[in-house]
């Protein structure tokens, strides 16, 4: 009886064991099996099926109701046993899926029933690039998820950084920028607006304990400056905004701003224009000053710069170099670069009468006998030999010898 009571007892194993052990306690157990079930009446009734019902205390469908008043055993029909046949083996073959759903399982069972599948290299690679295409839209989701995250955080706070927004929102703003610039700095680049709202901090001025937050946001984008947004920069005169925060904004901001505005030019190939330079030069921070004249010196020169359109910019600026270059209160660095500067106008053709009228010839014969200066003779000789060579005004050589004539006497 408790063998008949195990889980994996097929139904019809389970009958004949409780079959065998009915007719043992009775007497009239026969060595034979009779393959139909036997239909017993009830109380002398006609022979029908018993219509069993299940009790609450026990589920055994092979046992009857003992309510009925039958015996112990009722035989069950053969579409009942085909039934129970198939439920048993149903719940057996989801117990086996259930246990052989890894990808372990299921390979080695491939392999056993189709011995040939894994040296198909068509099967494999069609594995592959399904799984690969299945990675590649998982990590775009993820990444359309974070994108959408960040845009969201760029909609809520960087707007805000507007010098027509009031002081608290401001604040408001920095306090909640600061801790995920790191994270939303992508975006911030990406997003031409959204730089440019941030670049908004250069000309806000905040109480000094949001400093470091404010400091923090600059060289973030700084550290991670592209060519696109350093040229959008250049284009919404981030150089004279810079030199403006040079003299309203604290000067600890001094620092990142010198970086912030070395990084625009460099990675924006230089493209800003001769006056914003020379306000730079004549600004009162030196190391401004150093900048404007070497980036000046980089836009004079035909072989470097891109842009021919500078020439009508420098021809009113020639007398204030030639100047500068001899000023006694500007380091060698800075003599140097203006120097280079005027060596690379005088082969402008356009630009030679101006030089000359300026007393270019005097300021380079100068500068070619201050043996102090041995980088600076250099590149006044230089000067010298590009004013002449592509002259072909007989008046303006005969200009020049009688100088160089009259220098030497």
């Not at 929102?169 to 790191?182: K, T």
């Not at 836009?299 to 500078?310: A, R």
């Not at 270059?325 to 280079?340: G, H, P, Q, R, V």
Request: charged share 25%.
């Amino acid at each position: 009886m408790n063998i008949s009571k195990l889980d994996f007892i097929s139904a019809q194993t389970r009958s004949r064991i409780i079959k065998i052990i009915t007719y043992l306690s009775k007497g009239e157990f026969k060595n034979f099996y009779e393959p139909r079930p036997i239909s017993r009446s009830i109380q002398g009734t006609a022979s029908k099926p018993i219509k069993r019902e299940l009790t609450p205390n026990n589920q055994n469908p092979f046992f009857e109701n003992q309510n009925t008043g039958g015996s112990l055993y009722q035989p069950t029909t053969n579409k009942t046993i085909r039934n129970r046949e198939r439920e048993f083996k149903t719940e057996e073959e989801n117990v086996r899926n259930f246990n052989k759903a890894d990808e372990f399982s299921k390979a080695f069972k491939r392999e056993e029933n189709y011995p040939n599948y894994r040296n198909n290299k068509d099967n494999d690679d069609f594995l592959n690039k399904n799984v690969q295409t299945y990675q590649k839209k998982k990590n775009n989701t993820g990444g359309n998820l974070q994108n959408n995250a960040n845009n969201n955080l760029i909609n809520d706070f960087v707007n805000l950084l507007s010098p027509e927004s009031s002081k608290e929102m401001l604040i408001f703003a920095i306090q909640n920028i600061d801790p995920i610039i790191e994270n939303i700095i992508d975006s911030i680049i990406e997003n031409k607006e959204a730089y440019l709202k941030c670049m908004n901090l250069i000309e806000i001025n905040l109480p000094p304990e949001y400093l470091p937050s404010q400091i923090k946001i600059f060289e973030t984008i700084n550290k991670y400056l592209t060519e696109a947004r350093a040229l959008d920069g250049l284009q919404n005169k981030i150089v004279a905004r810079l030199l403006k925060g040079f003299s309203l904004q604290s000067s600890k901001l001094q620092t990142i701003f010198y970086n912030l505005l070395q990084n625009h030019l460099t990675m924006g190939k230089f493209r800003v224009d001769v006056p914003t330079l020379i306000s730079m030069i004549s600004c009162p921070f030196v190391r401004l000053q150093e900048l404007g004249v070497k980036i000046l010196a980089e836009l004079s020169d035909p072989n470097v710069n891109e842009f021919n359109n500078y020439d009508l910019q420098f021809e009113n600026h020639i007398k204030f170099l030639l100047e500068t270059s001899l000023s006694k209160k500007k380091s060698y660095d800075f003599k140097n670069s203006a120097l280079t500067a005027i060596a690379n106008l005088c082969l402008k053709d356009s630009l030679r009468p101006q030089i000359v009228y300026n007393s270019g010839i005097e300021t380079l014969l100068f500068h070619l006998r201050n043996e102090e200066n041995l980088e600076g003779e250099r590149i006044a000789a230089k000067g010298l030999l590009n004013l002449s060579i592509k002259s072909s005004n007989l008046s303006y050589n005969y200009y020049f010898y009688k100088v160089c004539r009259g220098l030497e006497a």
